[in-house]
Every structure is written in C-alpha cells, then in structure tokens.
C-alpha cells in the first residue's frame, strides 16, 4: 500500500516547455486535489477532482490543466511554464464519507522555472 | 470562504504543552476544522479534525469554542520531533474543494 505517489520528484524546466505531473494513489479514494505551496507560503489549490471524468478549479488554476480519466490517477499539466510557477507540487486524496476527511499527501514535486 | 489566520511562529520548551490558536471568522455551518503537520520537505500530514467542542486523539486534542470561530490545537508534553509548521484548515466534508482553505501555517521551534 503506496499511499499517494508522485511523479517526478524534481524537474527544471525552461519557460514556455510543457510537462505533466502525474499522482497515483492506491486507496480507492474518490477525491484527489493538486496543490502548490511557494517557498515560506502555506499550500494554495490549484485544481480537485471529486470522481473520475470530473475536475474543478481551485483557488489559483491559472495556467494550469488538470485530467482524471482513471479514478487512481489525477494529471496536471503545464502547458507554457512560467518562472512564476516555480513552486512545490502537492497532490492529495481523501475518502469521499469515511471521518474523519483526512487528506493524504504525496511526498511533493520540486519544480524549477529557469 | 472561511479565511484562517494563525501565529507565524511559536516557540517552546521539550516537556511543554503547546497551544496553537487558529482565527476563522467567517466559518460556515457544515465547515469541519483540521489540523496538518509537516515537516521540511515533505507533504502534510493529518493530526486532528473536529466540529465543535472538544477532541482528543493520542497525538493532540482540538478545542472548539460555541462560536466555532476559533479553534485551539493542544500538543501535550513537545519533544523536538513537533518541530514542524503546523496548519489550519476549514472546510466542509461534501468534497467541494474551492472551500477548502489552508492557513498560512505556524512555525513550531522546540529546543531543550
């Protein structure tokens, strides 16, 4: 049992390439969230997603997209980066009824903007 | 949204109690608050969720006033391991996540 796992755990990218960023989590959970957390900065939402084939936007979700086509898998693309995106990731999940509603993390990936 | 405010930092002794007050004025009536850990590079991690009155688990207890626009997280007798940031956050259980608000997070230092 993985828990939340994500990929990669670092990458530096030059402005205006492309990655995806992929979470996987092995708890049948329905719910999965992407968060960023800036240095010194508390975690702000980017996207969430409460199912399969569903998403939402979250607090900041500019220039950002995000995918959910398997219920263990949560996407999220950048598609011009940009130095402002220089950031750690976050994804997490969390039972849809279970109580408490406990969000488990993923270890974070590390994202360099040049 | 249910803004949060928490210290910045806090200091304390090994063998203490720390109290932790988390600001959040505008709580809505189906908001839960929770209460992460995390330590330096890594994701956070869940310690304590509540509604109102008073939870204790076998890490910490979570105290909620009537108003429910504070909330207190009690960590008894610190060791040097509590040190971490530890966060606030409200908001409802239906999964709709752009209710979701994470605190600025408070900075616990223990030391001998």
């Known amino acids: 049992n993985a828990g939340v796992t994500q990929t990669p755990k670092f990458r530096v990218l030059k402005t205006g390439q492309s990655m995806t960023l992929l979470c996987a989590q092995d708890?049948?959970?329905?719910?999965m969230y992407w968060y960023r957390q800036d240095p010194g900065m508390g975690l702000r939402l980017i996207h969430y997603?409460?199912?399969?084939?569903?998403?939402a936007k979250g607090e900041v979700p500019d220039g950002y997209n995000v995918s959910r086509l398997k219920k263990q898998n949560f996407l999220l693309g950048l598609e011009s980066a940009a130095p402002s995106q220089t950031s750690v990731y976050f994804c997490?999940?969390?039972?849809?009824?279970?109580?408490?509603?406990?969000?488990?993390f993923g270890p974070g990936t590390r994202l360099t903007v040049t | 949204l249910a803004k949060t405010t928490q210290p910045i930092s806090m200091d304390s002794y090994e063998g203490q109690e720390v109290n932790i007050t988390c600001s959040h004025n505008?709580?809505?009536?189906?908001?839960?608050i929770t209460w992460y850990q995390q330590f330096p590079s890594q994701g956070p991690r869940f310690i304590i969720q509540?509604?109102?009155t008073k939870v204790t688990n076998e890490v910490a207890s979570l105290f909620i006033p009537a108003d429910r626009k504070s909330s207190t997280l009690s960590l008894p007798r610190v060791s040097l391991s509590d040190t971490a940031v530890y966060y606030c956050?409200?908001?409802?259980?239906?999964?709709?996540?752009?209710?979701?608000?994470f605190g600025t997070g408070t900075r616990l230092q223990v030391t001998l």
């Open positions: 997490a999940s969390r039972d849809m009824y279970r109580e408490p509603y406990e969000q488990y």
């Open positions: 708890m049948n959970h329905e719910y």
């Open positions: 997603s409460v199912g399969e084939g569903t998403t």
């Open positions: 505008n709580i809505a009536t189906n908001d839960y």
């Open positions: 509540g509604y109102k």
């Open positions: 956050l409200v908001g409802d259980g239906t999964g709709t996540a752009s209710k979701l608000t």
